[in-house]
Nanobody
Framework: QVQLVESGGGSVQAGGSLRLSCAASGYTSSRYYMGWFRQAPGKEREGVAAIYIGGGSTSYADSVKGRFTISQDNSKNTLYLQMNSLKPEDTAMYYC???????????????????WGQGTQVTVSS
């Protein structure tokens, strides 16, 4: 059973940075997708960034391109999201997600993923 545990959220002023981490366990494959999603109050959960583990390809939402970077450390089975130049509109609960299928139609689409973490809150003040 795949398990995901996020950490690294917090409060920061606009223009600041945070790095989120997602510790993963329970995988039996070396190739799978992982992604970061976020959900603000009253809004749908949206894809922020995704990466194909074992291949390295990445995807980003237009709203975070150039500011956020997704990466992974295989030795630690950990996924990261480096968030720079944060804006108040980045405020949300951030979730880590994983999917063991070898191909996804759209890695930023919520319904593609079967495994989710519990979330970590990011608050950006102006």
């Amino acid at each position: 059973q795949v398990q995901l545990v996020e950490s690294g959220g917090g409060s920061v002023q606009a223009g600041g940075s945070l790095r989120l981490s997602c510790a993963a366990s329970g995988y039996t494959s070396s190739r799978y997708y992982m992604g970061w999603f976020r959900q603000a109050p009253g809004k749908e959960r949206e894809g922020v960034a995704a990466i194909y583990i074992g291949g390295g390809s990445t995807s980003y939402a237009d709203s975070v391109k150039g500011r956020f970077t997704i990466s992974q450390d295989n030795s630690k089975n950990t996924l990261y999201l480096q968030m720079n130049s944060l804006k108040p509109e980045d405020t949300a609960m951030y979730y880590c997600a994983a999917e063991t299928r070898s191909w996804l139609f759209n890695p930023l689409r919520r319904v593609e993923y079967n495994y989710w973490g519990q979330g970590t809150q990011v608050t950006v003040s102006s």
